[in-house]
Nanobody, 122 residues
Framework: QVQLVESGGGLVQAGGSLRLACAASGRTFRLAMGWFRQAPGKEREFVATITWRGDTTSYADSVKGRFTISGDNNKNTVYLQMNNLKPEDTAVYYC????????????????WGQGTQVTVSS
């Protein structure tokens, strides 16, 4: 089993930055980590993912060049640095984990955090 706890959400003005963190515990060996988000009235969507080695990442087109996913294996923590935030980035952000390879489909992930709210004001 894997437990995931997100932190770092909040309220920020457009153009600002936030860094989300996701701490993993339990069976953390060879986990691929992903970030997803869900805005009110919309379906959950993929944001970014990273391999357990940190050597491969993938991003949704909507966040490329603005968001950066990274990991610290010593701390079993994955981060999502979000720069130049836009009002359309407002959502609940979820951390997710799966064994081995990265994936952009939420259905491929076995473990989920409780989510953290990010609100971007215009």
């Amino acid at each position: 089993q894997v437990q995931l706890v997100e932190s770092g959400g909040g309220l920020v003005q457009a153009g600002g930055s936030l860094r989300l963190a996701c701490a993993a515990s339990g069976r953390t060996f060879r986990l691929a980590m992903g970030w997803f988000r869900q805005a009110p009235g919309k379906e959950r969507e993929f944001v970014a993912t990273i391999t357990w080695r940190g050597d491969t990442t993938s991003y949704a087109d909507s966040v490329k060049g603005r968001f950066t996913i990274s990991g610290d294996n010593n701390k079993n923590t994955v981060y999502l640095q979000m720069n130049n935030l836009k009002p359309e980035d407002t959502a609940v952000y979820y951390c997710a984990a799966r064994i081995d390879s990265i994936a952009s489909s939420g259905r491929s992930y076995n473990y989920w955090g409780q989510g953290t709210q990010v609100t971007v004001s215009s």
